[in-house]
């Protein structure tokens, strides 16, 4: 599944286009790798993101192209959540 569907679906990014813009800024990586929307997401593979100061790291558990809200959570799972420092 593309990375952009992924964060969708998964609801870790609330619209597709903005999973886009994101990751077309270089604000997402998985496995280490700077990845763009259309990199191909994989079960296990680790997602990171950075949203401004925030850093969130997920594990991707399962890929659906449907979920109900209630249900999307159970596509990933929450490694860490960090707050960098902001450089001046």
Avoid: C, W
Wanted: proline letters at 2%; a positive charge.
């Amino acid at each position: 599944m593309r990375l952009d569907k992924f964060l969708k679906v998964s609801r870790l990014i609330k619209r597709r286009p903005l999973a886009k813009e994101v990751a077309e800024d270089g604000r997402i990586k998985i496995n280490g790798t700077v990845a763009k929307p259309s990199t191909t997401v994989e079960v296990e593979d680790e997602i990171e993101i950075t949203f401004g100061r925030n850093v969130v790291t997920v594990q991707v558990l399962a890929l659906k192209e449907h979920v109900r809200k209630a249900e999307a959570t159970s596509l990933y799972e929450v490694i860490r959540e960090e707050v960098r420092e902001q450089v001046d």
